[in-house]
């Protein structure tokens, strides 16, 4: 996160910490050989939209799309600071909301899948967890997002409405966090997105949360005020509102807008 009067770090930072998806091809593309687009996207998006940007590059030869996973609130304040990025992906509109508000994406954010929560437990489910309930059981060590994360909003709305009384063990940066934990068997159960559980296959299992249909969270996306590859931000958001994108969306178990 930036600190005052430390932007010039925390965009050196930022861009030291993108990942690359594929290799440099050699032809040109859309953008021209050797163009280059940022992506920042909610940890929750990683498994989908490497795949988008492997398809991406595929169609464009030459294009290198770089991706940044991080929880939305933070990937929306770099975004306001002028982080070098053409797209911001989140996993909720309020996040989004603050990246409009400070300039960031101007032309708005356009809604491209939904989620809900689950709980999840390690394989074998060691501490007997069958329900939500049984997260207030003596002994049970959940683990969450920090309320500044959207995973970590809805979690806490969740806890509240099913009257869970029992603090979590930790606080997660955001949902991978969460998750990872749980499959390393370091926490008896965490709340995370379904998509998430579904991506982890067989390394946790999942339990219902009650009411989490009514806590549905909206995935917006945007082009950013700092774009240095217009055209090819346009094309890539284009993808993702795509029958291509909303397919790839839908097998990792989103929902459609």
Avoid: H
Avoid at 13 to 38: F, K, Q, R, Y
Avoid at 205 to 213: G, T, V
Wanted: glycine residues 10%; charged residues 20%; negative net charge.
């Amino acid at each position: 996160m930036r600190r005052p009067g430390s932007a010039a770090l925390v965009l050196v930072v930022l861009v030291a910490g993108l990942s690359s998806c594929g290799d440099d091809a050699s032809s040109g593309g859309t953008g021209g050989e050797g163009a280059e687009l940022t992506v920042l996207a909610a940890a929750s998006l990683t498994e989908t939209f490497t795949e988008l940007a492997a398809a991406f590059e595929e169609a464009n030869p030459g294009v290198d799309v770089r991706l940044a996973f991080d929880s939305s609130a933070t990937l929306a304040g770099q975004a306001v600071q002028g982080a070098p990025a053409d797209v911001l992906a989140t996993a909720d509109t309020s996040t989004m909301q603050d990246a409009v508000d400070g300039g960031a994406v101007p032309d708005g954010p356009t809604t491209f899948a939904t989620n809900v929560m689950t709980l999840v437990v390690p394989p074998g489910n060691p501490a007997g967890i069958t329900t939500f309930a049984d997260l207030d059981q003596p002994g049970v060590d959940y683990v969450v997002c920090v309320e500044t994360a959207p995973c970590g909003k809805v979690g806490a709305s969740l806890l509240a409405s099913n009257e869970i009384t029992a603090d979590p063990a930790s606080l997660e940066t955001d949902v991978k966090a969460v998750l990872a934990k749980v499959a390393a068997d370091e926490a008896d159960a965490g709340l995370v997105y379904v998509t998430d559980a579904t991506a982890a296959g067989d390394d946790v299992q999942s339990i219902e949360i009650p009411k989490a249909d009514s806590e549905v969270l909206q995935y917006p996306v945007g082009i950013l005020e700092q774009v240095r590859e217009p055209a090819l931000a346009q094309d890539f958001v284009g993808l993702v509102l795509s029958t291509q994108g909303r397919a790839i969306l839908a097998d990792a178990g989103f929902g459609t807008p």
